[in-house]
C-alpha cells in the first residue's frame, strides 16, 4: 500500500499543504487524481507517493485521522517534468504563492488541476484498406485501387460518396477508424531560406553563440527596423541543427502571429505555438506536441515560458521591457526571472532584445551583469523617421479644436493620395472617455468600481474596462433626468468615425481589444492591412511594437500625454518607449518615414527624447531621477495590496500592516499606508503600500507571516504582495 501526498485544486491559502490519501498502486508525481475532499469531489495534484507497511486501520490509529483511498488515476505520466516541477516549488517561494496556483500556471486549461476542465482529444474518421478482392461494380473496384494508394486520409478528402465507400467497407475490402489528429492554430507557411546576415547581425550573432554551452544574459538593444528578428531566426538555426531546443517568447497576443509566421516559414512543422487566444483544444494538442518532442521551438506569449521542452539550447524575450511580461495574477511572477531560472537549469544562453529597453536591464548590462550586443543601424541603411512634435495648445490659439491638428490632417491625406499608408496611435479604446450632464455636472461612473463608464458606440453600452459592468446608454441623465448631456473625450472607435468622414479614400481598420475579441482577430486584421485592404490603421498600444508593414511612410500619434500624466514612476519611461516603438512602425520599407506626435507639453525632456530617438539621454535623465527618489533600478521594489469589502476594515487593518513592517524592517522605506487610484474595483475597497528595500534577508520570512496571517478564512481583508511590480498606482 503507498500514502499519496496530494495538493488539491483549490488555490487558497488555507489549503496550501499536501493531503495524504491512500492507494493500492504506486501513482507518479506530477499525475492528477480525483478524490473526495470532505463533501466534494475534486482533483488533486500527486506531489509524493511513499510505500507503506501499515495498514489503513494501523495509520488511522498512528496519526488519528480517517484515511481515504484516490477514486482513480487522471495521468498515465506526470505532466511536469522535474525541472517545472522545482520550479513551481521556487515561484510559489518568491511569489508568496500557492504551490496548486504556480503548478496550473505552467499547464493548458484542459490539463490543469481542476474539475472543470477535461481532456479533449480529437478524433478524425479514416480508411484503412484491408485487402484486395473482387467487388461488384467497376466504380468500387477503381475506387479500392485509389484508397490502396491513399491509405488512411479522412473519409472527406476521398473523391468518392460516402455511399460507395459503405458499400466496399460491408464487403470488408476496407475497414473505418478514428485516429487521433492536432488541431492546427495556423496554415502551414511556405518554406523561406534565411536572409544573409549584414556585418553587425553577424557579429551579434557571433557573440552570443560564443557562449553557447553557458548560461548568460544578453541584452540585445536593436533600434526598430535593425533586423533583431532575423538575429533571432538565425541563432535558432545552429541551435537545432546541434540538437537541442530555442524557447520564443513575444509579449503580447498580437505580435505572435508575426513571429510565428517568420519562425513557420524557415522551421514548418517543428514550430508550435502557446498564447491565450488559442482554443482549449489547440493549447492541448501544442502542449502534447511538444512533450512527445514533435517540436523544436516553442513561440509563445507570457505563459510559454514554462513550456516543456527538454534540452533548451535558447531562450529568447522579445521586446524585453513590456509590461505584459509581468504575471498580474497569481502567481505574480517576472517572466525574465523565470526565463533566466530556465537559462541557469539548461545552461544556455537568455537573449532579451528591445529597442527601447527597461532601465534596469540597461543598467545591468552597463555594470556587466548582462552582456550588451549592439545593433544601431536598420538593416536597408535607411535612417530611423524624422519626427514632429506638434502643440497643441498653438492648434487650441488658432481655434482649431479638432482631435487631429492641421498638420496631421495634411500628411494623413497626401500619404493615402500617394497609395502609402497610415498607423495612428490612441491609447484610448471606446467611442468617448466619459459622459456628463451639462446642467447638474453629474459624471455617470461604475456601481462597483470608482471609475467613470465609456461609452461605445458600435453596442450603445456604457461600459467599465475594470468590471466589464455595463449598461445600455440612455440620453437622459440619471441623477437629475436632464436630456441636456454630453460625450466627452475620444477613444478609438470615435476617432475611427472620424476618419472614415474626413478623409477621402480613407479605408479604415480599427486595432484594440474590442475589435480583436473573436479567435484570430489579430491575425485578420493584420493580414487586411498587408494586402492593403485598408490604408489607415487606428488602435491602441497594441499596434506600437512588432508590427512591419513597407507600405507604411505616416505614423501619427494624437495625444502623447495619455501615458505621461500618469501618477506612476514608470510613467516617463512607458511613454518613452511606446513613442519610440510605434515611430518605428514609420518606413521599415524603401521610402523614408515620417512621424508626428501631438502634445500639449512639446518641451518635456521625454518628448525631446524621442524627437531626436535619443536612448541615452533618456537613460541618463530618468536614472537621476530614479536614484534621488529611490526607485529601481536602486532598490527592490515590493508592492502591498490590501483590500476588503468594508473600508473601515480595509484602512484599520492597512495601517497595522504599516507598523508591522516598519517594526520588522527597520532598514526599508514604506510608503503608505494610500488610497489606490482606482480606490473601489468590484466593490472591494483598495490601499497600498510601496516597500523599497536595498537587501532582501529577511524580507520574504516577514512577509510570509504578515500574508499567512491576513490571507486566512474569515479574515476582513486580504493582503497581496507583488514583488517587482510594473506600477504602483
Known amino acids: ?159 468518392f460518396s460516402t455511399a460507395l465507400l459503405n458499400n466496399i467497407e460491408k464487403q470488408g475490402a476496407i475497414i473505418y477508424k478514428q485516429v487521433e489528429v492536432y488541431r492546427n492554430p495556423y496554415n502551414e507557411h511556405l518554406q523561406q531560406e534565411d536572409y544573409p546576415l549584414t556585418t553587425s547581425q553577424q557579429k551579434v550573432v557571433n557573440q552570443i553563440l560564443a557562449s553557447f554551452h553557458q548560461f548568460k544574459t544578453f541584452l540585445l538593444y536593436g533600434v526598430t527596423g535593425s533586423g533583431k528578428t532575423e538575429v533571432y531566426l538565425h541563432l535558432s538555426r545552429f541551435v537545432i541543427e546541434q540538437g537541442k531546443t530555442v524557447l520564443m517568447l513575444v509579449p503580447e497576443i498580437a505580435l505572435t502571429p508575426m513571429m510565428v509566421s517568420a519562425f513557420k516559414s524557415r522551421f514548418g512543422k517543428s514550430v508550435a505555438i502557446l498564447h491565450s487566444k488559442l482554443s482549449a483544444g489547440e493549447r492541448y494538442d501544442e502542449y502534447r506536441r511538444i512533450i512527445d518532442d514533435e517540436v523544436k521551438i516553442v513561440v509563445g506569449a507570457r505563459s510559454a515560458v514554462f513550456a516543456p521542452l527538454e534540452n533548451i539550447g535558447l531562450i529568447i524575450m522579445d521586446e524585453e521591457h513590456d509590461a505584459s511580461y509581468k504575471q498580474e495574477s497569481p502567481p505574480r511572477y517576472l517572466t525574465s526571472q523565470v526565463a533566466r531560472k530556465r537559462g541557469a537549469y539548461h545552461q544556455c544562453p537568455v537573449v532579451l532584445g528591445s529597442a527601447t529597453p527597461s532601465l534596469e536591464s540597461y543598467s545591468r548590462a552597463l555594470k556587466g551583469a548582462y552582456e550588451l550586443c549592439i545593433l544601431s543601424q536598420r538593416v536597408n541603411q535607411k535612417p530611423l523617421p524624422q519626427i514632429e512634435l506638434i502643440d497643441m495648445v498653438e492648434e487650441m490659439k488658432a481655434h482649431h479644436y479638432e482631435v487631429l491638428s492641421r498638420k496631421m490632417k495634411a500628411k494623413i491625406q497626401e500619404t493615402i493620395d500617394k497609395n502609402e499608408q497610415v498607423i495612428l496611435l490612441l491609447n484610448k479604446r471606446g467611442y468617448s472617455s466619459y459622459v456628463r450632464c451639462l446642467d447638474c455636472d453629474e459624471v455617470l461612473k461604475c456601481p462597483h468600481c470608482d471609475v467613470s463608464l465609456t461609452y461605445h458606440k458600435d453596442t450603445r453600452t456604457m461600459r467599465c474596462h475594470y468590471c466589464d459592468f455595463q449598461v445600455p446608454y440612455q440620453q437622459k441623465c440619471s441623477h437629475c433626468g436632464s436630456t441636456n448631456i454630453k460625450l466627452i473625450g475620444s477613444g478609438t472607435q470615435k476617432i475611427e468615425e472620424y476618419l472614415q468622414n474626413n478623409f477621402i479614400n480613407s479605408r479604415v481598420i480599427r486595432y484594440d481589444v474590442d475589435s480583436t475579441r473573436k479567435k484570430q482577430g489579430h491575425h485578420q486584421l493584420l493580414k487586411q492591412f498587408e494586402n492593403q485592404e485598408a490604408n489607415i490603421l487606428i488602435g491602441t498600444q497594441m499596434i506600437a511594437k512588432g508590427l512591419d508593414f513597407e507600405n507604411v511612410t505616416f505614423v501619427g500619434v494624437i495625444n502623447a500625454d495619455l501615458s505621461l500624466n500618469i501618477p506612476d514612476f514608470r510613467a516617463n519611461e512607458r511613454t518613452f518607449q511606446l513613442l519610440e516603438q510605434v515611430s518605428g512602425r514609420s518606413g521599415r520599407g524603401k521610402k523614408q518615414g515620417t512621424v508626428m506626435i501631438q502634445t500639449y507639453n512639446p518641451d518635456h525632456f521625454v518628448l525631446q527624447c524621442v524627437k531626436n530617438h535619443d536612448y541615452q539621454s533618456f537613460y541618463q535623465k530618468e536614472m537621476e531621477m530614479r536614484k534621488l527618489a529611490k526607485y529601481p533600478p536602486y532598490c527592490y521594489l515590493i508592492s502591498i495590496l490590501v483590500q476588503g469589502k468594508k473600508e473601515d476594515d480595509v484602512t484599520f487593518c492597512s495601517q497595522q500592516i504599516k507598523e508591522y513592517l516598519v517594526k520588522q524592517l527597520p532598514k526599508a522605506i514604506v510608503l503608505g499606508p494610500a488610497n489606490c487610484t482606482i480606490y473601489k474595483m468590484n466593490d472591494i475597497y483598495r490601499k497600498r503600500m510601496t516597500l523599497k528595500i536595498t537587501n532582501t534577508t529577511h524580507v520574504y520570512e516577514v512577509l510570509h507571516a504578515m500574508s499567512d496571517y491576513y490571507n486566512k478564512k474569515g479574515r476582513k481583508v486580504n493582503v497581496i504582495c507583488d514583488f517587482n511590480p510594473y506600477t504602483t498606482i
Open 1 to 159: 500500500m503507498y500514502i499519496v501526498k496530494v495538493l488539491v485544486e483549490h488555490a487558497i491559502y488555507k489549503l496550501d499543504t499536501t493531503y495524504d490519501y491512500l492507494s493500492k498502486y504506486q501513482v507518479l508525481a506530477g499525475c492528477r487524481v480525483h478524490i473526495r475532499f470532505g463533501y466534494q469531489q475534486l482533483v488533486g495534484y500527486v506531489v509524493e507517493c511513499q510505500e507503506t507497511l501499515f495498514t489503513q486501520k494501523q495509520l488511522e490509529e498512528k496519526n488519528g485521522f480517517k484515511y481515504s483511498f484516490i477514486q482513480d488515476v487522471i495521468d498515465q505520466k506526470p505532466l511536469l517534468n522535474q525541472e517545472l516541477q522545482e520550479l513551481a516549488n521556487y515561484l510559489s517561494k518568491q511569489t508568496l504563492s500557492t504551490r496548486i496556483s504556480c503548478l496550473q500556471c505552467m499547464l493548458p486549461p484542459q490539463l490543469k488541476p481542476s474539475t472543470n476542465h477535461s481532456v479533449g482529444i480529437k478524433y478524425q474518421k479514416v480508411v484503412s484498406f484491408v485487402k484486395d478482392i473482387p467487388l461488384k461494380t467497376t466504380k468500387q473496384q477503381e475506387a479500392l485501387n485509389y484508397i490502396k494508394e491513399h491509405d488512411l486520409l479522412p473519409i472527406k478528402d476521398y473523391p
